[in-house]
C-alpha cells in the first residue's frame, strides 16, 4: 500500500465536484479533473467555453437579495406595463362590458404574466446562467 503524500493528496473535479486522488486526475491551469468528466471538459476547451478554475465563490444573502429584488423590479416594470396597456386598450367599453368579459380578460392576463416571469427566469439562466439581477450583481448559477 502506498502511503506516500501525493498518493494522499485529493482535489475536487472542476466538472463535477466530487474529490478524487490527484494521481487519478487531469490538471488544467489551477483546475483538476476526473477521468469521467475528462471528454466533456476537453469538448468545452475545444469550444472556448468559460471553464471554471479553481473553487468556487458562493455569493451571500445581500448580494443574492440584491439580484432578486432587481429581478422583481424588472418583471414588475414589464408586467405593469402589459396591463396598462390591455386597460387602455379596452378603454371605456371595460366599464360598460359584463363582468364576466373582464374576469376573464384579467385571467388570460394572468396567465400571460405568468409565463413571462417563468420564461424570464427559464430562458435568462438556461443561456447565460444567470438573469439580468444577477448579471448586474455579478452573481453566476
Not at 439580484?67 to 402589459?82: R, W
Request: contains cysteine; glycine residues 8%; neutral net charge.
Amino acid at each position: 500500500m502506498d502511503l506516500s503524500p501525493s498518493s494522499l493528496a485529493t482535489a475536487r473535479c472542476a466538472e463535477c465536484g466530487s474529490i478524487f486522488a490527484v494521481d487519478d486526475m487531469i490538471r488544467h491551469g489551477n483546475a483538476f479533473v476526473c477521468a469521467n468528466c475528462k471528454p466533456l471538459f476537453m469538448q468545452k476547451l475545444a469550444e472556448g467555453a468559460d471553464i471554471r478554475t479553481g473553487e468556487m465563490r458562493y455569493a451571500g444573502f445581500w448580494l443574492r437579495f440584491g439580484g432578486v429584488l432587481l429581478d422583481a423590479i424588472i418583471l414588475i416594470v414589464v408586467n405593469s406595463t402589459l396591463q396598462l396597456i390591455v386597460v387602455f386598450a379596452m378603454g371605456q367599453s371595460f366599464l360598460t362590458q359584463p363582468e364576466d368579459s373582464g374576469v376573464v380578460l384579467f385571467l388570460a392576463l394572468y396567465l400571460i404574466q405568468l409565463v413571462i416571469s417563468i420564461s424570464y427566469e427559464t430562458i435568462l439562466v438556461g443561456k447565460y446562467g444567470a438573469t439580468l439581477g444577477k448579471m448586474a450583481c455579478k452573481i453566476k448559477v
